[in-house]
T-cell receptor, first 114, second 111 residues
């Protein structure tokens, strides 16, 4: 079974503070993703990556940065956290070609910004 | 406006019954579809995929796809309490191959 691990699982941050969410995958997948999930919106893509050193903007990148220093690791960075960024964040990894829709998700990181 | 629309938003089905969930993409630049299941407090897990017109069956689960209307449906027969979950539909964009997600159907199976 493909493995994606996120940390921290729960985080409380203050408005204006910096938050880093980390993700590690042992699937040797090229593609990695960061999503947020809010009630009524499903999953919304923030940033994604095709491999080490690459990051791409997703549908809602404002207020977020991403970093992919290696095949296994993909981080999401909130430089100046705001209450509107309170959400559950999911990291996922996936293959290429016809399998691009088969994603393996981490267990999620619940972020609360006060 | 969500580009991938799922209906109904929620559905209650008696144990042993048939659950039918719908998904339509208003974005014409999509090709393949996936269905994911997310139990409460857990992460989404892929359930089924469908790439061509017609029907695909895996155990109690059947997926249909009509590419002309970009409509897919998921049918669960002999529903079990463990099927209670949020069901997410995703369509893959042509070009960058990213997924567009619906907001889900919350399925409750009543014993």
């Amino acid at each position: 079974e493909a493995a994606v691990t996120q940390s921290p699982r729960n985080k409380v941050a203050v408005t204006g503070g910096k938050v880093t969410l980390s993700c590690n995958q042992t699937n040797n997948h090229n593609n990695m993703y960061w999503y947020r999930q809010d009630t009524g919106h499903g999953l919304r893509l923030i940033h994604y990556s095709y491999g080490a050193g690459s990051t791409e903007k997703g549908d809602i990148p404002d207020g977020y940065k991403a970093s992919r220093p290696s095949q296994e690791n993909f981080s999401l960075i909130l430089e100046l956290a705001t209450p509107s960024q309170t959400s559950v964040y999911f990291c996922a990894s996936g293959g290429t070609g016809g399998d691009t829709g088969q994603l393996y998700f981490g267990e999620g990181s619940k972020l609360t910004v006060l | 406006q969500q580009k991938v629309q799922q209906s109904p938003e929620s559905l209650i089905v008696p144990e042993g019954g048939m659950a039918s969930l719908n998904c339509t993409s208003s974005d014409r630049n999509v090709d393949y579809f996936w269905w994911y299941r997310q139990h409460s407090g857990k992460s989404p897990k892929m359930l089924m995929s469908i790439f061509s017109n017609g029907e695909k069956e895996e155990g109690r689960f059947t997926v249909h796809l009509n590419k002309a209307s970009l409509h897919t449906s998921l049918h669960i027969r002999d529903s079990q309490p463990s099927d209670s979950a949020l069901y997410l539909c995703a369509a893959r964009r042509n070009g960058n191959y990213q997924l567009i997600w619906g907001s889900g159907t919350k399925l409750i199976i009543k014993p």
